[in-house]
């Protein structure tokens, strides 16, 4: 056999490695072909093309395996049974830009699945290679490292702990303040899954000086972009009123008020919690919303959207209300019952209508006046409607019930229930169900004294009462 015969074997085993690996890779971006592949021992015989000599077929083959761990636990959990994550750690260091991004991509794959998966990434020493990819002079490099730590983080405290024990943080937000877009993104998503577990890891996130950073990318006209850093900035802002306060020194009042009218729903829903979490704190972070119109901006945003997009402007509405009468009154100001009543009558799901129940108790609480305000918008038999169906949930039930003491004197003093009495039902009638429902939550004499006439019946007992002879 001459040496070129000899050279041809090579360069077909060559040739029928790297079309293996690149049919493989091809086949698993299709579903139906996974459980095949999986079957068919697809790992055991991908592992050892890892260490190929041949570049191009070690990043497919990585490809591969990270397309099919991205799949299901199942397939993830043979990933690191099959011993492969140590030789990705390493190459991951000593590779080329290629491979580096193709084994970032397995870690990521393997470590989105549960947090024992991710835990099995730590244990192997990838966080620390990882977080020197974060340096590297190739942007699609540190895009698949920061999106890798990301999915890592955001499963609890302790694996969030580790990325930045690792000393990810510092590097993720000089990745924010890179030109390219999709590294912006994807760095500003790793630092909301850091911030969002516990005050010291978003303190962690804002020592590095991360919030003037993400402040400034608000107006950025990527829509995902700012629903990452809108996402990022609700995370830390959620944990206590000094991280709020952080977040609000930073002047996104009243620029963050122009997401809420975006063409992106997603957009508006972030910005939306960004608003509620800072609104939840203190009257003092309500009434600095309110005085940057961010009341009335979020009452137009739930008119202008449909189901959970609405959600946190629902729940950021009854917050503000909740903390004085001042603020609730404010809400009332801003048209905020008539559109919240809008909620309760149109969404379909019973955990929205239970929020919109839930911020009209929280405006009508305070005085009659305010109870007033709610009542004139003619919420209370929508309420009512709400209470008395065998398809509300639980939740919604409690939500609508005044089951609190100062709830119920409201609805006297206000005079609903006296309304409710004047009502002309049918016996046996689904309204007369209604009001029998109502007037079950007050004690007998109080519903009779409210009964049209009873002040007649009071003033004839009077003209026939015979007072006893000395």
């Known amino acids: 056999m001459s040496q070129r015969q000899v050279l041809q074997v090579f360069e077909q085993y060559q040739k029928a490695r790297t079309q293996f690996v690149q049919m493989v890779a091809e086949l698993a971006t299709r579903p ?88 099995a990434i730590v244990d192997c020493g990838a966080l620390d290679t990882l977080v020197i990819c974060l340096e590297d002079f190739d942007p699609g490099v540190k895009e698949a490292a920061a999106w890798a730590l990301g999915y890592i983080a955001r499963h609890n405290a302790e694996l969030s702990q580790a990325v930045v024990d690792a000393g990810a943080v510092p590097l993720l937000v000089l990745c924010i303040q890179e030109p390219e877009i999709a590294l912006k993104r ?16 978003a303190q962690t996130v804002v020592d590095v000086g991360a919030i003037a950073h993400l402040a ?175 398809e509300s949930s639980e939740d919604l039930q409690t939500k609508v019930l005044p089951h609190d003491s100062k709830a119920r004197r409201l609805f006297v003093t206000s005079g609903g229930l006296k309304k409710v009495q004047e009502i002309k039902a049918g016996p046996g009638s689904l309204l007369q169900e209604y009001i029998n429902s109502i007037n079950s939550c007050y004690p007998e004499e109080i519903v009779r004294y409210y009964s049209p006439g009873y002040s007649d019946a009071l003033l004839q007992r009077v003209d026939s009462y015979q007072p006893l002879a000395n």
């Not at 690191?80 to 491979?99: H, M, T, W």
């Open 32 to 119: 139906q072909n996974i459980e095949t592949l999986q079957n068919a021992g697809v790992m055991s015989l991908l592992r050892p093309l890892l260490l190929d000599v041949v570049p191009t077929i070690q990043q497919t083959a990585a490809l591969a395996l990270g397309r099919l761990a991205n799949y299901n636990g199942d397939l993830a959990e043979a990933v690191v049974k099959g011993d492969i994550l140590p030789q990705l750690v390493y190459s991951l260091a000593e590779q080329n830009r290629f491979y580096k991004k193709a084994a970032a991509f397995v870690l990521r794959a393997v470590g989105k699945h549960s947090p024992q998966l991710a835990q």
């Open 186 to 201: 994807i760095a500003a998503s790793a630092l909301s899954d850091i911030s969002k577990h516990s005050p010291e890891l």
């Open 216 to 390: 400034q990318m608000i107006l950025n006209p990527d829509s995902k972009l700012k629903r990452q850093v809108l996402s990022a900035l609700s995370q830390i802002a959620k944990h206590s009123v000094d991280l709020a306060e952080m977040v609000v020194e930073a002047e996104i009042f009243p620029v963050v008020l122009t997401c809420l009218k975006d063409k992106d729903d997603y957009v508006k829903k972030n910005a939306s919690t960004l608003i509620r979490e800072i609104a939840k704190h203190t009257p003092e972070l309500s009434q600095l919303i309110v005085n940057t119109g961010g009341v009335a901006a979020v009452t137009d945003c739930i008119g202008s959207c449909k189901g959970n997009i609405r959600l946190p402007g629902i729940m950021m509405l009854g917050y503000v209300a909740a903390h004085s009468e001042n603020l609730a009154m404010a809400v009332i100001v801003s048209k905020a019952v008539p559109q919240l009543s809008v909620c309760l009558s149109e969404e379909p799901e019973d955990h929205i209508k239970a929020a919109a129940a839930w911020a009209l108790g929280q405006i009508g609480r305070h005085t009659p006046e305010h109870a007033r305000a709610v009542a004139v918008t003619n919420t209370l038999p929508v309420l009512l409607s709400l209470y008395m169906s065998t």
